[in-house]
């Protein structure tokens, strides 16, 4: 689905990562983990095709339309309303939703009252919720997740839990940066362990340490 081959990441003389090899693939779950500062957000940007390696390459069998990216920013046009966003995103994918299935969209993460509502009216927590229904609206065969339930509430961190379940189904999945391991590890079928620039441990999560990561910051 996609391959990492010695990848690396410099800013100018500054080392983010290098010599990553890895593959994701369909029907599994790929946490990323690693302290503050490992290049953990950098590297989803690279899988995505947000942002290009340095050195090595990135190689993926999916169209572009195939992935969706679900991180810190969200992408909002704040003078257009939440309905007027799901349309902009999802022609930018070709896809032909009419508003009933935008607005079931906007129904499965809370938002079918706001539908009329500028973005740039919304707290973070319903930006964040208005940027899921973007997700559920393209249904990527691989999701990029950036600690994606920053600014969510319960009802809301369910929806997406949810969502990360059922991509994990069949030929989808997902890549993900969360800070709260603990929660979210056992989640996962597979673990990326950033340290220093380079994989301290790439594998499934059964045979990751969980406490090599005591004491660090991972956000």
Request: glycine content about 10%; aromatic content about 8%.
């Amino acid at each position: 689905m996609l391959t990492l081959k010695g990848a690396a990441k410099f800013y100018g003389d500054r080392l983010v990562f290098k010599g990553l090899d890895l593959t994701v693939r369909p029907g599994r779950a790929l946490m990323v983990v690693g302290a503050n500062g490992a290049g953990k957000s950098t590297l989803l940007r690279v899988m995505a095709g947000l942002s290009r390696p340095s050195a090595g390459t990135v190689e993926t069998s999916l169209e572009r339309g195939e992935m969706a990216y679900l991180g810190h920013q969200t992408f909002l046009y704040a003078e257009s309303t939440a309905l007027e966003n799901l349309r902009f995103w999802t022609g930018l994918y070709n896809l032909k939703l009419d508003d009933a299935a935008l607005l079931a969209a906007l129904e499965h993460v809370g938002l079918r009252k706001f539908a009329e509502e500028r973005a740039g009216h919304f707290s973070r927590g319903m930006a964040q919720r208005l940027n899921l229904a973007r997700v559920f609206c393209i249904a990527p065969r691989l999701l990029f997740l950036d600690e994606p339930d920053t600014g969510l509430d319960e009802a809301s961190k369910a929806v997406l839990h949810q969502e990360i379940a059922r991509a994990r189904d069949g030929e989808r999945a997902v890549v993900w940066v969360s800070h709260h391991l603990e929660r979210d590890l056992p989640k996962a079928d597979d673990v990326l362990h950033l340290d220093r620039g380079r994989a301290a441990y790439f594998g499934p999560v059964s045979g990751f340490d969980l406490s090599v990561m005591a004491g660090a910051s991972t956000c």
